[in-house]
């Protein structure tokens, strides 16, 4: 049973922009960490944005200033802005228990939706 859905995925431009969702009502709580990662063909799976607590954020550096993670009671989000063509991967969203500050790294998640395609052309 899939628990985490992605949708939003889609081909851009270089510059443009996209909202990924990812419908997680189960798993958003202040308890839980919630991420977006993403993987290229050949590339190791990366941490993207993490949220947790009350609105705490943070970001990898590749991505800092031009991707926003937000969510709400059922839904968390990846707004991506000014996208380049290295953000092309496949996107997934992830949750995990909050012990202390939350981790970017995928091996503090254990919950993993299937994925949705990004594509950035140039």
């Known amino acids: 049973q899939v628990q985490l859905v992605e949708s939003g995925g889609g081909s851009v431009q270089a510059g443009g922009s996209l909202r990924l969702s990812c419908a997680a009502a189960r798993y958003i709580a202040s308890t839980n960490c919630m991420a977006w990662f993403r993987q290229a063909p050949g590339k190791e799976r990366e941490g993207v944005a993490i949220i947790f607590g009350y609105g705490v954020t943070d970001y990898s550096d590749s991505v800092k200033g031009r991707f926003t993670i937000s969510q709400d009671n059922a839904n968390l989000y990846l707004q991506m802005n000014s996208l380049k063509v290295e953000d092309t991967a496949l996107y997934y969203c992830?949750?995990?228990?909050?012990?202390?500050?939350?981790?970017?790294?995928?091996?503090?998640?254990?919950?993993w939706g299937q994925g949705t395609q990004v594509t950035v052309s140039s």
């Open positions: 992830a949750a995990g228990v909050r012990l202390g500050y939350c981790s970017i790294a995928p091996s503090s998640y254990n919950t």
